[in-house]
């Protein structure tokens, strides 16, 4: 059984999500849907799919010869580390 109270909402965000202030109506009419809605099934396609990423990856990898798997954790590390100092997190 589904229940409303598993569902969080942050109000602080509500007007950055809907674009405006949320009116009471609004706000009342969602919650009443979220407490009667059935959660949602998981889907078949992307059950399929997530599958396939699971078998293609290490397949890929089998296929990529060592210089080249190099060559893209090369590439990667370098889009990773390239960043402004800025925009990395600052960690105390």
């Known amino acids: 059984m589904y229940h409303a109270s598993h569902e969080t909402f942050d109000v602080t965000n509500a007007s950055?999500?809907?674009?405006?202030?949320?009116?009471?109506?609004?706000?009342?009419?969602?919650?009443?849907?979220?407490?009667?809605?059935?959660?949602?099934?998981?889907?078949?396609?992307?059950?399929?799919?997530?599958?396939?990423?699971?078998?293609?990856?290490?397949?890929?990898?089998?296929s990529l010869s060592a210089e080249r798997r190099t060559q893209i954790a090369k590439k990667a590390n370098r889009a990773r580390w390239s960043r402004k100092a800025a925009e990395l997190p600052m960690t105390e």
């Open 16 to 62: 950055k999500l809907c674009g405006g202030p949320v009116d009471v109506n609004v706000r009342a009419f969602r919650v009443v849907q979220a407490a009667i809605s059935e959660p949602e099934e998981p889907n078949a396609r992307k059950d399929a799919a997530r599958k396939g990423g699971l078998v293609g990856g290490p397949s890929r990898a089998k």
